[in-house]
C-alpha cells in the first residue's frame, strides 16, 4: 500500500487537511496529531474502514477503540444517556486529553466497542486534530498508532517507523504535547472509576467528581485471566525490545541500586540531575528533572524507542512519584517493565 505524506501542517486551515479528510470519509486510514500522542483514524460509524486499523496495527480484536469528536453536540449521536457527570468533565476538560466511557448507542459499530455496551469518547485539543474530524464530518475512531505493544508515537517519524506501507497517509503535525495517551474515565457504572491514568490527573479528577474509584490494573499486574474494565490494560504494553526492570523508591537510593545492578552493556533510564552520577555505560537516558512530571511524561515514549535500535542487554529505570501526572508515568513505566519491579 502507498502511503502519503502530509508533512509539516501547522495551519488548521491548510487544504492538505481536506484531502486527509476525504480519505477518511472515503474509508481509508490516516494517522494524525492529537496533544496526547498521534492517533490512527477511521470513520467510526464504517466497520469496514475500522477493522482496516485493527489489520495495521496488529491490534487484538477485543480492544476497543476510542471514538473522536470535535464539538460536544457529536457525543449526544454515540451514548445513549448524558449523565451529569458528563457534562462537568466536558466543560472542564474538553477539549482535552480525557476519555469518557459511556453506554453506546446503537449506531456504533461493534467493531468500535469490540462488542462492549460502552464506548470511550474523547474530544482532542489539538487543533490540526480537530480540524480534521470537522472536515471528515463524522467521529474518528483512532487508537495510538503504533504498532500493537510499542510505545505509542509522539511524532510522525515515530508513525512512519511502525506504519509506512500500511495505512493511507499521515498527516505531521509536529510532537505531541503531553506525550502519554488520555486519561480514561468511565461513566458507566455507579460510581466514575479511573481506568488508565493519563493527561488529566487524578486529583484534577476528584476535583470534580468527587469519589473516584481507582480500576486495580492502573497500578497492579492483574493475574492470569483477570479482566480489567479497559481492555488494553491486560496486554504488554510500550514494551522496548530489551527487558526491563523498574527500580521505584528514593531517587538517591534508586541511583544506588541501579550503578550496583548495571553492567556496560545495560541501558538506563534517570531522571536528568542523575545523567552524570552513572559512568558504567554509554546506553543512558535522562527523561527529565524528577521534579518534572510533565517533562517525563513528554519524552517518556521517545525514550522507549530509543532503545530499540542499540544493543542493549537490560534496562533499568528509575521511578518518579504517582502524584499528578505522574500516576501516568509510572503505570507506563511499570507496564514497558512487565511489572518487574525492584523497591529500594
Ligand atoms: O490519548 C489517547 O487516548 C490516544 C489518542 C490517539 O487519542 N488514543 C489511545 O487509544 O490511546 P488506544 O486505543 O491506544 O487506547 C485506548 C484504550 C485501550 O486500553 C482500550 O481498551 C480502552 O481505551 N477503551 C476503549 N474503549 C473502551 C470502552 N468502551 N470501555 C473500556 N475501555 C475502553
Ligand atoms: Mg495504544
Not at 472542564?92 to 448507542?105: D, Y
Not at 492502573?218 to 526491563?244: N, Q, T
Request: some cysteine.
Amino acid at each position: 500500500m502507498q502511503t502519503l505524506l502530509f508533512s509539516h501542517i501547522v495551519d488548521p486551515a491548510d487544504p492538505q487537511i481536506a484531502v486527509a479528510a476525504r480519505i477518511i470519509r472515503e474509508g481509508g486510514v490516516v494517522a494524525f496529531p492529537t496533544e496526547t500522542v498521534y492517533g490512527l483514524g477511521a470513520n467510526a460509524l464504517d466497520p469496514l474502514a475500522v477493522r482496516k486499523i485493527f489489520a495495521a496495527k496488529d491490534r487484538p480484536a477485543d480492544n476497543p477503540l476510542i471514538a473522536h469528536i470535535a464539538d460536544f453536540d457529536a457525543v449526544r449521536k454515540l451514548t445513549t444517556t448524558l449523565p451529569r457527570e458528563l457534562e462537568l468533565l466536558a466543560e472542564r476538560f474538553w477539549p482535552g486529553p480525557l476519555t469518557i466511557i459511556l453506554p453506546a448507542a446503537p449506531c456504533v459499530p461493534k467493531e468500535v466497542t469490540a462488542g462492549l455496551s460502552t464506548v470511550g469518547v474523547r474530544l482532542p485539543a489539538h487543533p490540526i486534530a480537530r480540524a480534521l474530524i470537522r472536515a471528515a464530518g463524522v467521529p474518528i475512531a483512532a487508537p495510538s498508532a503504533n504498532r500493537s505493544g510499542k510505545p505509542s508515537p509522539t511524532t510522525a517519524t515515530h508513525v512512519y517507523e511502525d506504519m509506512f506501507g500500511r495505512i493511507d497517509a499521515i498527516v505531521d503535525g509536529g510532537r505531541s504535547g503531553v506525550g502519554v495517551e488520555s486519561t480514561i474515565v468511565s461513566l458507566a457504572g455507579a460510581t466514575p472509576r479511573l481506568l488508565r491514568p493519563g493527561g488529566v490527573s487524578l486529583e484534577e479528577l476528584e476535583d470534580v467528581l468527587g469519589r473516584v474509584d481507582v480500576d486495580k490494573a492502573v497500578r497492579e499486574k492483574l493475574a492470569e485471566g483477570e479482566k480489567p474494565a479497559a481492555p488494553g490494560m491486560k496486554y504488554r504494553h510500550y514494551a522496548p525490545i530489551a527487558p526491563m526492570t523498574l527500580v521505584v523508591g528514593d531517587p538517591e537510593k534508586s541511583m544506588l541500586k541501579i550503578r550496583e545492578l548495571a553492567g556496560p552493556q545495560d541501558g538506563i533510564i534517570c531522571f536528568d540531575e542523575y545523567f552524570f552520577r552513572f559512568k558504567n555505560t554509554e546506553y543512558i537516558r535522562g527523561f527529565g528533572h524528577s521534579s518534572h512530571p510533565e517533562e517525563q511524561a513528554q519524552r517518556l515514549f521517545r525514550v522507549l524507542r530509543s532503545f530499540d535500535s542499540l544493543p542493549v542487554r537490560h534496562i533499568y529505570s528509575q521511578c518518579p512519584s504517582e502524584d499528578g501526572i505522574g500516576l501516568a508515568v509510572v503505570n507506563r513505566l511499570k507496564k514497558a517493565a512487565g511489572f518487574s519491579i525492584i523497591e529500594v
